[in-house]
């Protein structure tokens, strides 16, 4: 009898472990249906981080710097340019910035401008200002993966990156520097990039581009920028010091050295118009 029993009971409980097996696995398989449903995907994630990188820009209305561009040989001989940028915010819904980049030296190419309408659901516009053939060009889409001004920035670099302009993947979080930086893949929609596709590191603190890589038509690694020495400006706005293009495919590299940061300097619409590209001066 006490074996009976002793068996009995071994059986209950066993019957009992397994009901209530079933009833965890259930209540857990209920419960992961809607964070599964919830879970962020690679491209999402992606896509997240640049808008959040873009709405921490927002707001500054217009700005005003100096530039200095150092053009470097495979050899490492320097040429220099000194430049001013001139940016007014977007505003309307579709509108991406406009941005006026004037050379004032050297005097061959003093009064050389470029004028970029940037748009966040259509193809930019963009001109070129040549004082000494007293022209305006207009930079094509087709054209936009030339050189500018022999620099090895292409002319869609001299760009505002709308977020609207890629579709993105976010691939990993890894050290860069003293920074962790999220990694992520953005690919061109404009049939006529010079790029299939650019892997862009953003440090998870501030949303700042440390680093981006360009693979060009060919999927080979072109070009690689680092943006270095931030700083804040009205407590909120983060500008790089330091912009690093480097040509792995030529050897050759530029350096962008950006100083006199101003926001809000009343610039207006008309300071952007197609005529002010003659008045720059």
């Known amino acids: 009898m006490l074996r009976y029993s002793s068996v009995f009971w071994s059986i209950n409980s066993s019957v009992s472990s397994v009901v209530h097996f079933a009833a965890n696995v259930a209540i857990a398989a209920i419960i992961a249906v809607p964070a599964m449903a919830m879970a962020e995907t690679a491209e999402e994630k992606g896509l997240a ?25 495979k050899r490492g001989e320097k040429s220099e340019r000194e430049l001013r940028v001139k940016t007014l915010e977007g505003q309307g819904e579709g509108e991406g910035d406009k941005g006026l980049t004037i050379f004032d030296t050297p005097a061959d190419v003093r009064g050389t401008a470029l004028l970029t309408w940037s748009y966040k659901d259509k193809d930019d516009d963009q001109w070129l200002y040549l004082p000494a053939l007293r ?15 022999g620099s090895e920035f292409a002319f869609e670099d001299m760009r505002a990156q709308e977020v609207e302009k890629y579709t993105y993947k976010f691939l990993r979080e890894e050290a860069c520097g003293e920074l962790t930086c999220f990694v992520s893949e953005r690919v061109p929609t404009d049939k006529y990039s010079g790029y299939t596709r650019q892997e862009v590191w953003m440090d998870t603190v501030e949303y700042r581009v440390q680093k981006v890589d360009y693979y060009d038509r060919k999927k080979s690694l072109l070009k690689t920028l680092t943006m270095t020495d931030y700083a804040q400006y009205k407590d909120k706005f983060w500008r790089p010091s330091l912009m690093l293009m480097i040509n792995h495919q030529t050897g050759k590299s530029t350096e962008l050295h950006w100083n006199d940061y101003k926001f809000s300097t009343g610039l207006k619409e008309s300071d952007f118009s197609q005529n002010s590209l003659m008045r720059a001066r």
Do not use: P, Y
């Open 135 to 149: 022209r305006v060009k207009t930079i094509s889409s087709r054209n936009q993966s030339g050189s500018f001004m």
């Open 49 to 73: 981080i640049a808008h959040e990188a873009d709405r921490r820009g927002e707001g500054f209305t217009d700005l005003e710097s100096t530039m200095r561009m150092v053009l470097i040989s």
